[in-house]
C-alpha cells in the first residue's frame, strides 16, 4: 500500500506540465463547488432559522379558533386551564394619523401572558403600533391615531381614537407595516364583544411539537372550533424556502460534477502518458489490483484536497459574511436586512463526503484501463 501511495503522489507531481496543470484546476473546481454549495446551504439554514425564530416570536405556536370567526371565552376554558394560552382579538381596521389612512390589523391580547410583549419596552399598555406602521403614519409615541373598526357585534363600524403608547420592531416587515396592539378587554369594550374572541393562543417549550398538538387538538374541538400549527399556517413559505434550497443545490452541484469530469479526464491523460512505466511495474511484478490502486489513490488525493481548500473557504465565506454583514438586503422584501449564516455540520459532511466519493468514482475507468496495459506490446 505504501508503494502504490508513493508512485500516486510522484505522478500527481509529475513533469507533465499540462496533465498537472489540469489536475490543479480539477482540484480547485471541487474546491469552489463545495464552497459555493457550503455557503448557499448555511445561507438558506440561516434564512430558514431567523425567520421560523421571527414567526413563532410574534405568533402563538398553536392557534384555536373558529370557523364562525368570533366565539365565547367560556368554549376553551379547559384549554386556557391545561396548556399556557392566551386569548386575542383580531379585526381588521383603518388606522388613520388625520394626514395618512392605513388599513391594519389590530390585535387585543393579554399583554401579561402573551410572549410577544419581549417587544414592548414600556410600563403603560396602550396602543402599540409596528414600527414600518409607525413611519408611514408619521406618528411616534404619545401621538394618537383614529381607529375604524368595521366588524362590530352589530355589524356598524365603529371609530374610536387613541393614544399611541408604544412602538414595536420583530424583525419581520410584514407584522411591522401592518400590526397594531391593545389590550383584549378594552379592545372588547370597543367592540361591545365583551367575552368574546377570535382565537386562543397556545405556547409550547418546543414550538416544533406545534403540529402534533394541533391534530390532537383538533381531533378533540367540536364543531366550528378548530386548532392549527405555526408551521401549518406558514407551510407554503417554508415549502417555497425548502423548494429554492433543494433547486440551488442542485444547481451547484453542477460545478463539482464538471471539476469531477476533469478529474477523469486528467487521470485518463495520465494513463496514456505512464503507459511505459505501467508496463514495466507489470513486468516487475505489480498486479492488476496494485495499479488499480495507483490511480484511485490520486483519484482520493484530488477529491481530498478539493473537499479540504473547499470546506477551508466555504468556512472563511460564512464566517465573513456572519461578522460582517456586507450584503444587505431590502427587508420589504426579504423580511430581514442582514444575510443570515447558519452552518449545520451535517449539510457539510454530506457535501464533502460526495464531492469525496465522485472524485473516487471517477478514477475507477482511468484505474480500470491501466490494468488492462499489454505489457508485451508496450514493451516490444
Known amino acids: 500500500m505504501l508503494v502504490e501511495k508513493f ?22 473546481g471541487i474546491a469552489v463547488g463545495v464552497a459555493a454549495l457550503i455557503v448557499v446551504l448555511s445561507v438558506m439554514n440561516g434564512f430558514n432559522s431567523t425567520l421560523t425564530e ?15 370567526h368570533f366565539f365565547s371565552e367560556r368554549e376553551v376554558g379547559e384549554i386556557e386551564k391545561m396548556y399556557r394560552s392566551s386569548p386575542f382579538l383580531l379585526s381588521q381596521c383603518i388606522a388613520s394619523s388625520g ?7 389590530i390585535r387585543g391580547i393579554n399583554f401579561e401572558n402573551a410572549p410577544v410583549n419581549r417587544y414592548f419596552s414600556i410600563k403603560k399598555r396602550g396602543l402599540i ?5 409607525a413611519n408611514i403614519l408619521g406618528i ?23 393614544k399611541v403608547d408604544g412602538i414595536f420592531n420583530s424583525g419581520l416587515y410584514d407584522y411591522d407595516a401592518s400590526m397594531i396592539f391593545m389590550p383584549l378587554n378594552r379592545m372588547q369594550e370597543i367592540l361591545d364583544m365583551r367575552g368574546i374572541i377570535t382565537g386562543m393562543g397556545i405556547y409550547l417549550e418546543d414550538p416544533f411539537k406545534a403540529e402534533g398538538l394541533a391534530k390532537n387538538l383538533s381531533a378533540r374541538l367540536s364543531y366550528p372550533l378548530y ?30 460534477l464538471v471539476a469531477v469530469l476533469n478529474i477523469l479526464s486528467s487521470l485518463t491523460m495520465s494513463v496514456m502518458g505512464k503507459v511505459k512505466d505501467i508496463a514495466v511495474l507489470i513486468s516487475m511484478g505489480a ?30 465565506i460564512c464566517f465573513m459574511l456572519k461578522k460582517y454583514h456586507f450584503i444587505t438586503l431590502p427587508s420589504d422584501v426579504y423580511y430581514i436586512t442582514t444575510l443570515p449564516v447558519d452552518i449545520h455540520l451535517m449539510d457539510v459532511a454530506i457535501v464533502s463526503l460526495s464531492a469525496l466519493f465522485l472524485s473516487i468514482f471517477a478514477s475507477l475507468y482511468p484505474a480500470h484501463k491501466a490494468s488492462k496495459c499489454n505489457v508485451i506490446e508496450v514493451l516490444k
Open 129 to 133: 403600533v409596528g414600527k414600518e406602521l
Open 99 to 105: 394626514r395618512v389612512s392605513v388599513g391594519a390589523l
Open 287 to 316: 498486479t492488476s489490483k496494485n495499479i488499480k490502486r495507483i490511480f484511485v489513490i490520486q483519484g482520493f488525493i484530488l477529491g481530498l484536497s478539493g473537499v479540504a481548500m473547499g470546506n477551508i473557504l466555504g468556512f472563511i
Open 227 to 256: 386548532a392549527r400549527s405555526w408551521m401549518n399556517m406558514n407551510r407554503n413559505f417554508f415549502f417555497a424556502l425548502k423548494l429554492e434550497k433543494v433547486t440551488m443545490s442542485i444547481v451547484l452541484s453542477l460545478i463539482v
Open 7 to 28: 508512485i500516486a503522489l510522484r505522478y500527481l507531481g509529475g513533469k507533465k506540465s499540462f496533465i498537472s496543470l489540469t489536475s490543479f484546476f480539477s482540484v480547485l
Open 140 to 162: 411616534g409615541v404619545g401621538d394618537k391615531i383614529r381607529l375604524i373598526f368595521p366588524l362590530t357585534k352589530a355589524s356598524i363600524p365603529v371609530s374610536w381614537e387613541g
Open 54 to 68: 421571527k414567526i413563532i416570536g410574534v405568533n402563538p405556536h398553536v392557534v384555536v379558533m373558529s370557523y364562525n
